[in-house]
């Protein structure tokens, strides 16, 4: 089954702490690819990250960094020194083939809620 | 330039009534998506068009019919509205390999009195 696991509904932190949020995924797939999604209190989706099976480099985009490793089917996200403006919902997403096409299954989400 | 727009923002109406949203997107994307997100925040697809060809159908009370008049617009149209359809509708589009991020429209706020 093609599946993703967002343990952490909601995580509280006080900016400027570094805050991670854990995402650990199933598939049978040997191709897919993994994607990070924010939504913010606005209620749009945001694309922040997307990263292939087949490359397990650690990626850094200013205070946010991923880390995926294929030997726990993780692909953790931290912020850095958070901040007010990164409380929202993070939705981890894992994308595979469905009859051809690319179907899309969302983790649960976690709140991140950051206090001043 | 909005990327992904969808009509109305907001939409409030009586059990039984018929609605439609629509969606449209300017990114020059093959395939088109309906998803919807429930009061929990859970994020689920319901439709995929690719083409105008209807491609992914979850399982979704026949009520909701998505229409696709071309690659860049894709309706959905619900019958004999319930409670439970009360939710966020989101329209995404993305090119259609499984490593292309798909992007995502404002959504609609559905609220069935």
């Known amino acids: 089954a093609q599946k993703v696991t967002q343990a952490q509904t909601e995580i509280s932190v006080v900016e400027k702490e570094d805050v991670t949020l854990d995402c650990v995924y199933e598939?049978?797939?040997?191709?897919?690819?993994l994607f990070w999604y924010k939504q913010p209190p606005s209620g749009e989706l945001v694309f922040l990250i997307r990263?292939?099976?087949?490359?397990?480099q650690n990626e850094i985009s200013g205070r946010y960094s991923w880390n995926f490793q294929k030997s726990t089917s993780s692909f953790n996200f931290t912020i850095t020194a958070s901040q007010v403006v990164d409380s929202a919902v993070y939705f981890c997403?894992?994308?595979?083939?469905?009859?051809?096409?690319?179907?899309?299954?969302f983790g649960t989400g976690t709140r991140l809620l950051v206090s001043p | 330039d909005t990327a992904v727009s969808q009509t109305p923002k907001y939409l409030v109406t009586q059990m039984g009534n018929d609605k439609s949203i629509k969606c449209e997107q300017n990114?020059?994307?093959?395939?088109m998506y309906w998803y919807k997100q429930d009061s929990k925040k859970f994020l689920k697809i319901m439709f995929s068009?690719?083409?105008?060809?209807?491609?992914i159908n979850e399982t979704v009370p026949n009520r909701f019919s998505p229409k696709s008049p071309d690659k860049a617009h894709l309706n959905l149209h619900i019958n004999s509205l319930e409670l439970g359809d009360s939710a966020v509708y989101f329209c995404?589009?993305?090119?259609?390999?499984?490593?292309?991020?798909?992007?995502f429209g404002p959504g609609t706020r559905l609220t069935v009195l």
């Open positions: 598939t049978r797939d040997t191709t897919y690819y």
């Open positions: 068009y690719n083409n105008k060809e209807l491609i």
């Open positions: 990263r292939n099976s087949f490359d397990e």
């Open positions: 990114l020059g994307h093959d395939t």
């Open positions: 997403a894992l994308s595979y083939m469905n009859t051809g096409f690319q179907k899309l299954v």
């Open positions: 995404a589009s993305s090119q259609g390999e499984r490593e292309n991020e798909q992007f």
